[in-house]
């Protein structure tokens, strides 16, 4: 079964610092990995996907995320935080159709 | 271009009545899927629909929970009977009608369901 896992519940950073949010999957096969991000009481917008190809993979609002195989990770990052980006972000993982399976979340908090 | 869009926004209801959520996905997509999000908890997955087909409902209740994509009209997922445990964001999501796996999902802000 595949499973995700996000080990931070609660991560808060100063404007202007950079950001790196924690991912590992579990996927018997190639998995398909999404980031996406909540702002309060709305929808998912999607960051950015893997699918194949280059393991650096860019998304929007300057963020981008690295898959390691070897570590089953696909971490999220961004080198300048803005205050705007405080929300909750959750990594997913599918190999089948758009059948997602989300980690719990990471609230991020951007103090100024 | 009207995104996914869930009606109503905030529902509450009393043990024992009936919930109806629905969602009209994206123009042009035929692929809706609806997720549960309980409090302090990630999605989780509840059932895939096509156009009057349901292609996958392995994450639904097997009781009191029923989901339908009519031909014509919004997709509705249908609780009977709520009872407090059902209280949760439900997300609707879509996707363009094709065949290749993974496809992008497109999700609706969600209908918060509050059960007294």
């Known amino acids: 079964a595949q499973s995700v896992t996000q080990p931070d519940i609660h991560i808060t950073v100063s404007e202007g610092a950079s950001l790196e949010l924690r991912c590992n999957y579990s996927?018997?096969?190639?998995?398909?990995l999404f980031w996406y991000v909540q702002s309060p009481g709305q929808g998912l917008q999607l960051l950015l996907k893997y699918f194949s190809g280059d393991t650096l993979v860019q998304g929007i609002k300057g963020f981008e995320a690295e898959f390691k195989r070897s570590q089953s990770s696909f971490n999220l990052r961004k080198p300048s935080v803005h205050w705007s980006d405080a929300a909750e972000y959750f990594c997913a993982v599918t190999g089948t159709a758009s059948k997602l399976t989300f980690g719990t979340g990471t609230r991020l908090q951007v103090t100024l | 271009n009207a995104g996914v869009m869930q009606n109503p926004r905030h529902l509450v209801r009393r043990r024992g009545q009936e919930a109806r959520l629905r969602c009209s996905p994206m123009k042009g997509h035929s692929h809706v899927y609806w997720y549960r999000q309980l409090p302090e908890e990630g999605l989780k997955f509840m059932v895939y629909?096509?156009?009057?087909?349901?292609?996958?409902e392995s994450g639904m209740p097997k009781e009191r929970f029923s989901a339908e994509f009519p031909k014509e009209g919004p997709s509705i997922l249908r609780i009977q009977q709520v009872v407090r445990g059902d209280s949760a964001a439900y997300f609707c999501a879509s996707s363009p009608n094709q065949d290749r796996i993974a496809g992008e999902l497109f999700f609706g802000e969600g209908s918060r369901l509050t059960v007294l």
């Open positions: 629909l096509q156009k009057e087909n349901i292609i996958d």
């Open positions: 996927y018997g096969a190639t998995p398909y």
